[in-house]
């Protein structure tokens, strides 16, 4: 496979990117690049090799939650820069 200038834009726009002209080219080569790499990856022998669960032995020891200090509303909402009696006054982000 290899990367064109069209694939690019495709990518771009899912990503939400604007890209000039100068940094799609390099991201062309970057691209191209990396699935270069992959293919020489395919290439190695992995018959018998077991597949990677965990990158180490540990165990996670998951802990109980416990309380160990109650805030009340009054105190959370006592340094914050906006609110009402109940709750944070942010900006409104969706519209």
């Known amino acids: 496979m ?3 200038s069209e694939t690019v834009d495709k990518i771009a726009h899912l990503a939400r ?3 000039a002209e100068t940094e799609k ?3 062309i080569g970057d691209m191209n690049k990396i699935l ?3 293919e020489k990856l395919n ?6 090799v077991e597949p990677l669960i965990y990158l180490s032995n540990e165990v996670n ?3 109980e939650d416990v309380v160990k200090q109650e805030v009340t509303p ?5 340094n914050a ?6 709750y944070f006054l942010v900006a409104k982000v969706i519209g």
């Open 2 to 4: 290899n990367i064109d």
């Open 17 to 19: 990117l604007e890209l």
């Open 25 to 27: 080219q390099e991201m």
């Open 36 to 38: 270069g790499f992959m």
């Open 43 to 48: 290439e190695i022998n992995t018959s018998g």
């Open 61 to 63: 020891v998951f802990r």
């Open 74 to 78: 009054e105190e959370a909402l006592q």
């Open 81 to 86: 820069p906006k609110h009402d009696d109940q």
